[in-house]
Every structure is written in structure tokens, then in C-alpha cells.
């Protein structure tokens, strides 16, 4: 047992722990960055959407079916994650940035929140240029509603995401809840279904902007009895 008060057996024993330690650390590292423990999305229904009850935000809201916002000249509807998280009003923008094309194919832009906290929604519109509509049951972002927590905190994708829209200009708030993650639809008019469904995977997954804009185009508005007379 003469071993054991030989000074180096301790800082060997050490050593190991200090890199099994980091090793683990290092592991679970790359696996936060994989999307190996992400939940999967499940795609939504037309008919699920449909039935959605929206609200508007004024001081008597009207509730009313999601149909009615695509049922006539389709519509792109971002699902917002939090008004004031600074990555959802950089990818607002960026869809705000597509109004003048898609107000030339007579498509258009909305937003869903989950809540209305305080001045939240009223502080997001300088950023989106579309109406606001109040999704109390999270609808449009489920039907499975999938959740990222602090492993948001470790996967480089965020980080990045950040930079970027820091560098951007952005900023925000922790305001409200921003945990279930939102999304972008581009909805068909009438049956025509939905067009692109865009789940974001992570804090600020933004949809591409041009896949927006091709999917718009494949709109066929609906055609008004009056119209065909």
C-alpha cells in the first residue's frame, strides 16, 4: 500500500477525473449541437389551421376562423415566438422586407402571437409591416408544441443567430413566454393547402426569405362568382 502515499498517485487520479470531466463536458457539447435530442416537428392539417380561433387586438376584439385570412388570396402568417425576443423581430423584418413583392401577387402578411403582455405586440409592429392576431391555443404552433430551453444557451446555431442580429441592429426584451417555438406558413387560398410550412428548430431559425416569395407565387386566388359572370 506504499502506493498511496506516493504524491503522484494523487495528481495522476486527479488528472483522470479533470479529463474525464472535460471529456463528458466535450461530449455533451457535440450532442447539444446536433439535432439528434430536438423534437420534431409534426406538420400541420389545412383543417387543423382552419379551425383556428384568432382575435383581433383591438379594444373589442372580434374572434373569428384563421381561414378568413387566406381564404380568398392565400396569406403568409408568421408564427411569432416572443414580440420581444431581438431574433423574431429580425426575422419580422426580413419578412417585412418581401410586402412590396407580395402586395404585387395580392398575398398577405400576418403575424399570430401567443399572448399580449403589456405593449409587446405594439412594440413588435415597427418591425413587421402585416396585422397582428392573438392564437390564445397556440394553434398554429403546434400541433405538437415543441419547446427549447437551456440548451438553447450551448448550440452554436443560436449564437450565431444572435450575432447576426445583433450586428443587425436588433434588440429586445424578456418579456412574455418564449420557449415554444414559432413558425412560418405561406397558406394557398381556399383548398389549395399549405404551401411551405417553416418550424423553427432553434432560437432565431429564420425561413428563407426566398422560399417565401417562390411559394407566394404559387397562390391561385379565388375566383368571386361576380367575377366569372
Known amino acids: 500500500m506504499s502506493f498511496l502515499q506516493d504524491p503522484s498517485f494523487f495528481t495522476m487520479g486527479m488528472w483522470s477525473i479533470g479529463a474525464g470531466a472535460v471529456g463528458a ?44 385570412l387566406w381564404e380568398k388570396n392565400g396569406a403568409v402568417i408568421m408564427a411569432v415566438r416572443r414580440p420581444g425576443c431581438f431574433l423574431c423581430r429580425a426575422e ?23 399572448e399580449q403582455v403589456g ?4 412594440d413588435f409592429q415597427p418591425y413587421f409591416k402585416g396585422e397582428v392576431f392573438l392564437d390564445e391555443k397556440k394553434r398554429f404552433y403546434g400541433p405538437q408544441k415543441r419547446k427549447m430551453m437551456l440548451m438553447g444557451l450551448v448550440r452554436l446555431g443560436v449564437w450565431y443567430n444572435s450575432f447576426r442580429a445583433w450586428n ?10 418564449g420557449f415554444i417555438l414559432g413558425g412560418v406558413f405561406v397558406m394557398g387560398s381556399g383548398k389549395q ?29 379565388q375566383v368571386q362568382a361576380s367575377e366569372r359572370n
Not at 43 to 56: F, G, I, R, S
Not at 168 to 177: I, K
Open 168 to 177: 443587425g441592429g436588433f434588440s429586445g426584451n424578456l418579456e412574455g413566454e
Open 92 to 114: 419580422a423584418a426580413d419578412l417585412s422586407s418581401l410586402k412590396p413583392k407580395l402586395d404585387e401577387l395580392g398575398v398577405p402578411l400576418y403575424a399570430v402571437v401567443k
Open 25 to 68: 463536458a466535450a461530449l455533451a457539447l457535440l450532442l447539444a449541437n446536433t439535432d439528434m435530442f430536438l423534437s420534431k416537428p409534426q406538420k400541420a392539417a389545412l383543417e387543423y389551421l382552419e379551425d383556428t380561433d384568432l382575435k383581433t387586438l383591438e379594444k373589442e376584439p372580434r374572434t373569428f376562423k384563421a381561414k378568413e
Open 119 to 122: 405593449t409587446e405586440v405594439k
Open 193 to 221: 393547402g399549405i404551401l411551405l410550412e417553416h418550424r423553427e428548430k432553434e432560437f432565431g431559425d429564420k425561413v428563407n426569405p426566398l422560399s417565401v416569395l417562390e411559394a407566394a407565387k404559387k397562390v391561385k386566388p
